[in-house]
C-alpha cells in the first residue's frame, strides 16, 4: 500500500526480544470486497452494447491486423476503479 500512512511502527522497526511490530499481512477477508467491486465493474463494462471486448484483445490484434488500443478508454470504467482504488482500505467490506 504505497503512499498510505501506517503506523509509527514501520517495516524493520522491532519490538520486544527481536520481534517485528506492525506487520500484519492482508487476510482473504480483506481483499474480496475490492476484487468483488473491481468485478462489478467490469461486468458492467461488458454489458455495456458499445463496447467490443475482442478490440482489446492481443490475440485478434496479431492476427487480424488491428492495431486498437490495449487501455480500457470507457470513463464509467476508470472511474468506478479509481473509486475502489480511494474507497479500499483492509478491514472495509462494503465499497
Do not use: C
Not at 40 to 56: S, V
Not at 77 to 94: L, M, Q, Y
Amino acid at each position: 500500500m504505497a503512499g498510505r500512512p501506517t503506523s509509527e511502527s514501520g517495516p524493520g522497526r522491532t519490538g520486544g526480544r527481536g520481534s517485528v511490530v506492525g506487520l500484519v499481512g492482508l487476510r482473504d477477508a480483506d481483499l474480496k470486497p475490492a476484487f468483488k467491486a473491481l468485478q462489478t465493474a467490469y461486468i458492467r463494462l461488458l454489458q455495456n452494447p458499445f463496447y467490443n471486448p475482442d478490440e482489446h484483445s492481443p490475440l485478434a490484434q496479431i492476427q487480424g491486423g488491428r492495431t486498437g488500443s490495449m487501455t480500457i478508454t470507457s470513463r464509467r470504467f476508470i472511474s468506478d476503479v479509481r473509486r475502489i482504488g480511494e474507497i479500499w482500505a483492509p478491514g472495509v467490506t462494503n465499497i
